[in-house]
């Protein structure tokens, strides 16, 4: 059940006590209520997602991603990499998490970076053939919404119809879409087709998949919590921001803490475990005494575990944007710019699920590499994880999904550049003892000339696409000319624009047992604690060359089984 007011729930003591109803919490909350013998509390800080409209309807995400209740609206530190600019850095602040307020791509990343962190944790369990199994009881692979014929946009047997959380390819025919494939099919050297970019080689172009289904988002919080709510070993409360884990003991020689507090304090027979999120993990860790020992003594703490990596090398994605003018008018923008349209497009979601509305008209994802005589190749140890990984991401878009005074006016097409294998680390640490304040978030984006050179490379990449011959007709200008741009001036222009597509992960990262950083071992324990555990986008070492949700997904499935295992 879903509780809003604590005074409903007495008394507070539980088998298992999760910290953050988000994408992995309410994964493992599902999969540990499975025995009917466990009892598990689920505290979120934060709002339902029910009826959260914006969440519910795919085309309308850009909406909540502005201050407001469903965020934690953070900002990072000023970066110097961005030429002083702080971002905004969004996290949900309701149940699932950022999976009921991401933009709803499936990707599950390169078998590589799996096997690498098989190899970095020294657990043969966190690699790709290893979590595969997991990959498929995440997801439930349905029929796009418009149940257009699906032959070669996409392998089925690398998917499976029978998981938790469904996931389909666009159910909207934007005519963008089969040019980009033309394009593919025009320039297949440097861009060739991929017919599924999740059978752990995702290197090409290929039709995007998303968290959808049946023209709605679907969240950890509508598969994983709201089909099983009614489980009687199962209590969620909301509005209850946990400040610190409290009641530290040492059992064995290691550090305990018997429950968390939040307005009042909630006691863990079994197991505390924290999942909530890259920024919110640390951030609790650090005030109940674990992290680094002397920074938290400088704040006046009583320092519990000496854990120097809490909060420590982070990593994420930064991206930047080209757009061109075209020669249509069956872009977003006929959506997005027409009040009629808007409109009738919505009216025709609410009535039927199906229409523009059921995803954002982003229709394809290219992974490429750099080239391997590329002069950052040279200089930098690559940080790929291995032949078959990115480092670039190329985003396709029918226009402008966002509606805002600074969009410009007219019709469009979008690639979006990533740079998806950074070398710049960053971190987050406490701005005061306070567990109200926020932390100060500073991922150092581009503070490494790789980073940098990447996203010049990708610019150019994307560039070169659009110089195949079907563009021709239709690309009528591009709204920012970076062809004649100095290496000087294409940094400047990356500096001033580059945003993050919030990806952050690694404050709470896994290491093998006995290494002396990492914050976690492979079976997700805290080092040197026992009877309290990280299971969330936190614990992963390196941010994959993917969207980090899949992933996130898998961590908690098989945190799960690992949990389980231990406690039956
Ligand atoms: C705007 C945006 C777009 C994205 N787009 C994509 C995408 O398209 N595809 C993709 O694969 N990935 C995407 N991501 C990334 C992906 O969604 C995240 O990496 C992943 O969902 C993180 O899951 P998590 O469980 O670690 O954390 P979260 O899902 O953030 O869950 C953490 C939960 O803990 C709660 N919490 C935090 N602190 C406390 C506390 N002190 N007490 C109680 N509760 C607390 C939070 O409110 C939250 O509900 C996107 C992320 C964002 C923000």
């Known amino acids: 059940k879903i509780y809003e007011n604590v005074a409903e729930l007495a008394p507070l003591e539980y088998d298992f006590v999760i910290v953050g109803g988000g994408t992995a919490g309410l994964v493992v909350a599902n999969r540990l209520t499975e025995n009917a013998k466990f009892s598990v509390l689920v505290l979120e800080a934060g709002v339902n997602n029910q009826d959260v409209l914006d969440s519910t309807v795919p085309f309308l995400v850009n909406d ?36 009921a307020h991401n933009l709803m791509f499936y990707t599950r990343g390169p078998k590589d970076d799996f096997d690498r962190y098989a190899k970095l944790t020294g657990d043969a369990g ?5 979590i595969f199994p997991y990959f498929l009881k995440n997801e439930k692979w349905t029929p796009p919404t418009d149940l257009h014929d699906t032959t070669g946009q996409f392998d089925p047997s690398v998917h499976s119809t029978h998981g938790m959380n469904p996931v389909s390819l666009n159910g909207y025919a934007w005519p963008f879409g089969p040019r980009v494939i033309a394009a593919t099919k025009e320039l297949p050297d440097e861009f060739p087709f991929n017919l599924d970019m999740n059978s752990g080689k995702p290197l090409g172009v290929g039709w995007l998949q998303s968290t959808i289904g049946e023209g709605k988002r679907s969240s950890s919080a509508s598969s994983y919590l709201v089909p099983f709510v009614s489980r009687k070993n199962l209590h969620v409360l909301l509005h209850a921001q946990v400040t610190r884990l409290v009641n530290a003991s040492h059992e064995r020689g290691k550090l305990a803490f018997g429950g968390v507090e939040f307005l009042q304090s909630a006691k863990a027979r079994k197991e505390i475990i924290l999942s909530a999120g890259t920024i919110g993990t640390p951030h609790i860790l650090m005030h109940s005494g674990v992290g680094d020992g002397r920074a938290l003594h400088a704040l006046g703490f009583h320092s519990l575990l000496d854990l120097p990596s809490v909060g420590q090398n982070i990593s994420d994605h930064v991206s930047v944007g080209l757009s061109w003018s075209v020669n249509s008018t069956e872009t977003l923008e006929s959506i997005t710019q027409n009040a009629t349209n808007f409109n009738e497009a919505f009216a025709h979601w609410n009535k039927t699920h199906t229409g523009p509305f059921v995803d954002l008209g982003i229709t394809h994802v290219g992974w490429l590499r750099l080239d391997p005589n590329s002069e950052a190749l040279h200089q930098f140890p690559d940080p790929s994880a291995g032949r078959d990984t990115a480092h670039i991401e190329l985003i396709f878009s029918a226009g402008f999904s966002r509606r805002s005074a600074s969009t410009p006016q007219g019709h469009f097409m979008n690639i979006g550049t990533v740079m998806v294998t950074p070398l710049s680390r960053g971190s987050i640490t406490l701005n005061s003892s306070n567990p109200l304040d926020p932390p100060l978030i500073n991922p150092r984006y581009l503070t490494s000339d790789f980073d940098l050179f990447v996203l010049r490379d990708a610019l150019k990449r994307a560039q070169r696409f659009v110089t195949a011959p079907v563009w021709k007709d239709y690309i009528l200008a591009p709204t920012v000319n970076i062809g004649n741009f100095t290496t000087d001036e294409l940094d400047q222009f990356i500096r001033n624009n580059a945003g993050t597509i919030s990806h952050l992960v690694g404050s709470a990262a896994m290491s093998a047992r006995g290494a002396r950083y990492g914050v976690v071992d492979p079976d997700l324990i805290v080092k040197g604690a026992t009877r309290l555990s990280v299971i969330d986008a936190s614990v992963l070492p390196i941010v994959p060359s993917a969207h980090t949700q899949s992933t996130t997904y898998i961590i908690a499935e098989r945190g799960a089984d690992l949990v389980k295992a231990r406690w039956t």
Do not use: D, F, K
């Open 126 to 130: 966190w690699s790709w053939n290893r």
């Open 64 to 99: 909540l991603l502005v201050p407001n209740i469903y965020e934690w609206n953070y900002t990072t530190t000023p970066q110097s990499g961005l030429n002083g600019r702080a971002l905004p850095y969004l996290r949900a602040h309701m149940l699932g998490g950022c999976s």
